[in-house]
C-alpha cells in the first residue's frame, strides 16, 4: 500500500537509527581537512528546532545533509560546496547526486559521516531526535531544523542555514526574491470569487480508498493559497485516506497527481471503476505535477505555489 509514499516530509517517521546501515555505503569518502570556502570568522550561536543550543567556532564549511529540503536549502543560498555528504533521497539539484550518501529511510551509516568529517550535520524534521543523539555521542556537532508550517517559516529556515553557513547577504536577496513571487500570486488570487474544489492523490494503490493530502500538510497550504479548496482538509492527518464515496460526495473540479512520478496519467485515473462520475474527470482536469515541489519543505515550495495555482487558475496565470 505504501510503495510510493515517498511523501513524509512533514510527519515525524517511524524509523530511528541506532546504528550503521548495512547496505548504505559512501559513493566516496573524503578525508581531507575542511575546505576554506568560507572563512571562519567569530563563533556562532543558535537555538534549533528541539530546543537545544548548538554553537560553531565560525561558518561550517563541511556539512553534511540528512533530509532532501536541506540539502535544497543549502544549494540554494549558495552552500552547495560546502556540502560533503547528503541522505539517500536528496535528489536536487543535479550537483548534490555527485555526492557520497550516508543513508537515509532505511537507516544511516554513522560511521560513513563520522568519516566525512563534518563541522556540522543538518538533520531536518524527517529526522528523529533520537538520530541527533547518537551523532552527538559521536562528537559531531548537529542542528536540528524544524519542519516549517507556512512560506513565511521556510524563509526563516533559509536564514538560519545562512547563518550556520556564511552566506546571509545572498540568502537575504534570495528571500527577498521569494516574497516577490509568492506577493505576485497573492494579488492574482484575492480578487477571484472561482474558488475550485481540489483532490491531490499521493497514493492510489488502492483505488477505492487512495492517500491524499490533508489538513496542516504543505499540499493543503499551498493549494489554499493558489486559490483553490483542498477536499482532504476535512479527513484526519496531515496524509489521509479518503474512500471513493467520500470522494464521490465532494466531487472535486480538479485532480492533481502528486504520484504521476510513479507512473499514474489522467487516463488511467479515468478507466478506474467508479471514478468516471467524477467532474473532474468528465471535464479532462486532471493534472500531474511534481510532488517534491509541494511537499519538501525548501525553497521549491515557492515554485509549487506558482505551479498550483496555474493549474487552478489558468486563465490567470499564463
Known sequence: MFRKLLFPLLIVPLLTA????????????STEPPASAVPATSSITLADGLNRTVTLSGPAQRVVSLAPANTEILFAIGAGAQVVGRDETSDYPAEALVLPTIGGYSGFNLEAIVALHPDLVLAGGINTPELVAS????????YFLPNPTTLEEMYTNLETVARLTGHESETAALVESFKVRVAAVDEKILPLSYVPTVYYELDATEP????????GSFVDLLIAR??????????????????L?????????????GDAAYGETPEKVAQRPGWGT????Q?????????????RPGPR??????????????????
Open 208 to 215: 477505492t480508498k487512495p492517500f491524499t493530502a490533508g489538513p
Open 301 to 318: 515550495l515557492v515554485d509549487g505555489l506558482e505551479a498550483m495555482a496555474k493549474l487552478l487558475h489558468p486563465g490567470v496565470f499564463r
Open 283 to 295: 471535464t479532462g482536469q486532471v493534472f500531474p505535477i511534481d510532488d517534491n515541489l509541494v511537499s
Open 278 to 281: 467524477l467532474t473532474a474527470i
Open 245 to 257: 464515496e467520500q470522494l464521490v460526495v465532494a466531487n472535486p473540479v480538479i485532480i492533481i497527481l
Open 135 to 142: 551523532l552527538e555521542q559521536l562528537g559531531l556537532t548537529v
Open 226 to 243: 493558489a486559490g483553490g479548496i483542498n477536499i482532504g482538509a476535512e479527513l484526519q492527518g496531515q496524509w489521509a485516506q479518503i474512500s
Open 18 to 29: 541506532c546504528g550503521p546501515a548495512r547496505n548504505s555505503t559512501p559513493a566516496a569518502v
